[in-house]
């Protein structure tokens, strides 16, 4: 049984790094040769990406610090956002899923989903700056593709259309395809593969997509009549 | 005050057998003693169950590697499945539950809701093979019955209908019966102890329902119409 | 970098004593002055409003008692109630927000958001008696206020409307007013600075909600239609 305990440890030195904590990367390179495979070429491929990795955290935290109005500092974003604790556990989880070590990166993806309430699969590809508000609820699919600047509250799903197959259709592009500059409210869900979402399009509360939306375009559902009775007392 | 801690490293042997990293039933026994109640008989019956507990958990783990097209392993669904986790924690809560030890029965049911955001009442009847995906946001009420080969997608409840009623309706039936083969959506609200749900029947996300549905139907909600509109720049 | 773990030490501290665990107000004064700030009149003004937030606490868990039909017994709302967890760190957390200690109290709120999926912004102003059942999903706004004896269910959001205009509208009035005696069931979103939900409101399940509501009423969304077919076999 693979130990998850030595995996996060290994995943602890990567996060101090692109955090800025540490300038740190022999821990990571050596925690990665013991924790994870005894490659050192992947282990280096790894530590060779964390650079990069923390120029696009860096980005990210400037974009929160931006898009949410009851933001109060950069620590607060770090310490207390778990939309900046999601999109951080996923850059490295991703890059190992790059490195096709998918368990590594699964586990990794699972303990941001136990701490967040966001389900980022670490084959989602997902452009920085990157926003998410809020978290809890939000799935996005394995074959995901995200563009720059996207910005996501919660109980947002980035899914599948054809559930039924099962196992039977792993490695299909079965996710949707988001432009640069979109923003999406709670409660939507975007299934199937072939859905495109333009770019600067913005997508309302709780609307359910399964096709394509071109570029600029907002879309919201009609408004539900709502139902109002004098309550029996 | 009791102490969580101990009911918890009596889970852990409780867990470790039926996950079949080890065949020792004398530490669930011993535990059973020392951290929920002195007694014998009652230790004996849930240490009883465990081996048919271990071999629910394994139809079940069988399910969920044919049912999620991004499975990789067995060792993924163990070790990052938070689908796997809740019904692992479930199906033993269940045990306690019906010993009538409730109050450890629900710790151990609110720690795998803290852990995967799954919220599975211990006295839910869960048959096997039963498979969650991502799972956050799911509700399963107290006297839920579900069926075999139940596929359940994230932030469905199978809830009560009549909650002003409050305490006073302690111990009625309050929540849905599911039958064999159903597959329900995400997003879905199946309200109330009178609904039954035929079998092999299909629901499509979102589907608000209070009443029971025949075997072999699909049930989907008309889609909402969607507001397009070119987005100001 | 400020250490999370000192910050939660000195939570715990507080939540012995207004748990009832605890008479000590020696240590919550000590551990705010080495944990959070070195001053002895803010640590004097949040130690001396721990008598009445253990005393709101108490009138929650009566109300928790009354309002859930599964409850067994006063323990298990303390050890396996995510909504009575949430609420107690957010009382906390709430008074550490009046002291302008902001960064606390978001670590302090993160925290419970992380065990109970509620994401209660410190700065919400929350009468008691209060009641949330299964919660996770909760989303409450900073400048939300809500009334005495207020239920909310799972996935209800009472957020804010214009998003857009992200860290410029930081300080105004974002989210909404509620009543006293007002039921929020599962999945509903209330938007909106200006709204006001009247007194002895009942809102219905998935309603969306961005207008105010008179007192007294029931208000519903018209059941969307439902699509059966034939399932093919």
Sequence with gaps: MICSK???????ACENFVLGCSDDLVSPF??????????????????????SIKKQL?????????????V???EEVVLAY????????HRIAHKLYELKEFLYARIIAEEAHVQTGVDIHPGAQIASPFFIDHGTGIVIGE??????RAKIYQSVTLGALSLSKG??????????????DVTIYAGVSILGGDVKIGNRVTIGSNVFLTESIPDDMKVTIGKP???LQKRER
């Design 6 to 12: 030595e995996v996060m440890e290994f995943f602890k």
């Design 30 to 51: 050596k925690l990665y040769l013991s924790s994870i495979k005894n490659d050192e070429n992947e282990a280096r491929a790894l530590v060779d990406a964390l650079p």
């Design 58 to 70: 860096r980005e990210d935290l400037l974009f929160f610090m931006e898009s949410d109005p009851a």
């Design 72 to 74: 109060d500092s950069e």
């Design 82 to 89: 778990p939309g900046f604790k999601a999109i951080r556990y």
């Design 143 to 148: 074959t995901t593709i995200i563009g720059k």
């Design 167 to 180: 196992h039977r259709i792993h490695g299909v592009k079965r996710h949707p395809t988001i432009g640069d």
């Design 225 to 227: 009549q709502l139902v």
